[in-house]
């Protein structure tokens, strides 16, 4: 009713500044600024991968580094947030300057790496040392970037409220967001570095950044914005549950463990291309995609979100171990000849729809529930506070789970106890 009245007093007086509660209105407009946002994140991935595989290696270890120092810059940006960025700013005006700011690095970038790799090559040494060099190039391309781009959801999120609806709101930004990384994938591994290279599709990036700064701050021009829903003594009278952080950090953990394992054998089917990497990552996003917008809308319908994230990580297990006896065990035997579907080889664009199934049928399972697991984890987290803590707090639990799943899977589990064991 609250709102009901809010929405006849701005219409009685349009010189009324439009409340936080009418966002409704303006869900398209950010659902598409999300999108352009993911795809401008995930080109970025793809050529930063392709170019600092050329620059420090393309061994497995070099690989977790790399994951590990992009993921570790999407944590810090998304805990520092609600710490560093004042909560009476504007939201679309702060995730505007966000993108600036990307954009902006994104075009350094491009000039600075190939230098990168110069002092890299003349300085590579072997054994441990040669690792923490790894590591530290990596983290200084990557680190600027990526805490900016973790800052993201957080920032927005501070122009939705913390109501269930509000909640199931931003559980479709992040599906928005994956949609977008999904569509970046597909177009710089399979379109933009096939048929051009890393400087057209750096531009492309960019472009796609300055556009969502722009539309942001016109929105933000349009949409006075008042502080008033998270106050510091709301903010103490509601306990911090702790139970949503650690589950949505396993969660994660897994989810980059599994993907570390599944990838590496992938690898062996496919090969070891910028395309296959793509090609897997690809499927893997479109399933947390689907998952997050289907947890959006159980978030907004359950009465007990803490039960259904809790269901989701126990329905986990069959399906990990689903994809891991496909990938093992039935994918080898899945390839087209001359009896088993011979058309396909008579066209690149065949081969590649025919592993993008496989991967298809065993992956999606587990990721859509990990991609549910999120917006879960955000209802269960839920209370009267800065959104932006909220989001904040839950993105850095899941990102730094997926970065030590990524990091024990690859350089411990693994050359340990071998995939079978780490599975």
Known sequence: MDEVRAGRTLKSNPRTPRSRSETGRFKPALLLLFVGSGFAALVYEVVWFHLLQLAVGASAISLAVLLGSFMGGMCLGSIAF????????????????????????????????????????????????????RGFVAAICLLPPTILMG???????????????GISQLGFFYGANIAGAVLGTFLAGFFLLRLFDTIVATY?????????????????????????????????DSPVPTAPYVVIALS??????????WTRQLSLLFGTTVYNFSLILLVFLSGLGLGSTFGAVLSRRTSEPSDALGKCQLLLVPSILWGSILITERMPYWQPNEEFLPWILDSTAYV?????????????????????????????AARKADPGKLVGGIYAANTAGAIVGSLFFTLIWIPLAGTRTAQ
């Not at 890299?120 to 690792?131: A, D, H, M, P, Q």
């Not at 800052?151 to 609806?165: H, N």
């Open 352 to 380: 590649f729809a025919f592993d993008m199934i496989r991967c298809g049928i065993a992956m999606l399972p587990a990721t859509i529930l990990w991609g549910t697991s999120f917006p879960l984890a955000l209802a269960a």
């Open 252 to 261: 994660g953990l897994t989810a980059l463990g599994a993907e570390v394992v």
């Open 204 to 236: 492309v990036a960019i472009s796609i950044n300055l556009l969502v700064g722009a539309v942001a701050l016109w929105l933000a021009s349009r949409n006075p914005f008042e502080a008033t829903d998270f106050e510091e003594a709301d903010e103490a």
């Open 151 to 165: 800052a993201t959801l957080p920032a927005i999120s501070r122009w939705i409220r913390t109501t269930k609806i």
């Open 82 to 133: 609600a710490r560093l960025v004042s909560p009476t700013l504007h939201p679309l005006r702060v995730y505007a300057w966000l993108e600036f700011g990307i954009g902006g690095i994104g075009l350094v970038l491009l000039f600075l790496l190939p230098l990168v790799g110069r002092i890299y090559v003349t300085s590579v040494g072997y054994g441990l040392e040669s690792i923490l060099f």
